[in-house]
């Protein structure tokens, strides 16, 4: 006898990050009672996505073609490329800024520990598109943890064995965060960092 | 040209409910990276449950068979009938008591000016239940609000009208809670209904 249809729909929704067992319930009642079309269009969203979705061969974002959308468009500069460990952080950078040049994703961070070396995050394919793309500047946007800075440096070693310029996001306090509510260590390298103002 | 998977997926996530734009990409981003078998698995649940679950014939609680669980077990009882607004009510009591009767489905309350009428209800199908089944008792767990008041009350008349026994879920403070914060209306209703205690 095969599984009850509800039960497996109640247990498999909490494969989503952040489901429980109520929030599972939740879902599929609401989904059941009033919504069975988007239930329908969600599940064809979900199988098409986890069969068509892989990595961009240019930049490793996820795509479902060959070239993701940002490599594949001829608008955006070839000569910055800007470095982020996840896609989630590509749709966050173009969520919130102008940036118009490349992407390349590593999938990670370099954590020897745990067995990811420069070969698990295509640091090879970056430093063939380091040798054969006119790049001029390299955006480092790793995370700001020790595994994310570690993997900065690498890079920076990379870059400059190229003569490709690097820059680093700026850090420091939050935009319309309270001091009193920032945390210790980026208070300190706000302190540390401090900028002249200008007349 | 067809949709982006991903757009597609992050935009179709957001039909369940309390998903907006960052849990979506928050889920899409982790099925996509770390979990692509519970991703297809969940497709597959979600197509199956959306095609296949419909109304249980005699509870209306929702199945994949012609009857539910609950309904087409003969250990159950069929002098006790339970009557609850949803099915989510149906999961709740399953899983907080040892109620070994059957249920009845109202799939929403008594709302004439939302046009939703006893018919809207099934309480036709209650009605012809309660003249052709041994029931001894219908246990009221319609919530607690006006509408299901109002319903409460309907379902009283229908069970005095076939000469059949009526209970209520019992009202007052929720157990483990601080009189201190619970709502004034609950307080003065359990003030109101203290009971004497035997020795």
Do not use: W
């Not at 990670?108 to 420069?118: A, K, T, V």
């Amino acid at each position: 006898m095969s599984r009850d249809p509800l039960e497996e729909l109640l247990e498999t929704l909490r494969c989503l990050p952040g489901v429980g067992a109520r929030t599972s319930q939740r879902m599929a009642m609401h989904l059941l009672e009033r919504d069975r079309q988007g239930g329908r269009r969600l599940a064809d969203a979900l199988a098409t996505a986890m069969r068509d979705i892989r990595r961009c061969q240019r930049c490793r974002n996820f795509t479902a073609d060959e070239l993701c959308r940002v490599c594949s468009n001829p608008q955006r500069s070839d000569n910055i490329v800007c470095v982020v460990e996840s896609p989630a952080d590509v749709l966050a950078i173009e969520a919130a800024t102008g940036f118009q040049g490349r992407y390349f994703v590593l999938l990670g961070r370099l954590s020897p520990l745990d067995g990811i070396g420069p070969e698990e995050l295509g640091l090879d394919l970056l430093e063939r598109r380091l040798g054969n793309e006119p790049i001029e500047e390299l955006i480092i946007a790793t995370n700001t943890t020790v595994e994310g800075e570690a993997t900065a440096y690498y890079l920076q070693e990379m870059a400059k064995r190229h003569g490709v310029g690097i820059s680093r996001l700026a850090q420091g306090v939050p935009l319309g965060g309270e001091l009193e509510h920032t945390d210790r260590s980026t208070l300190a390298h706000a302190f540390a960092s401090r900028l002249p103002l200008r007349d």
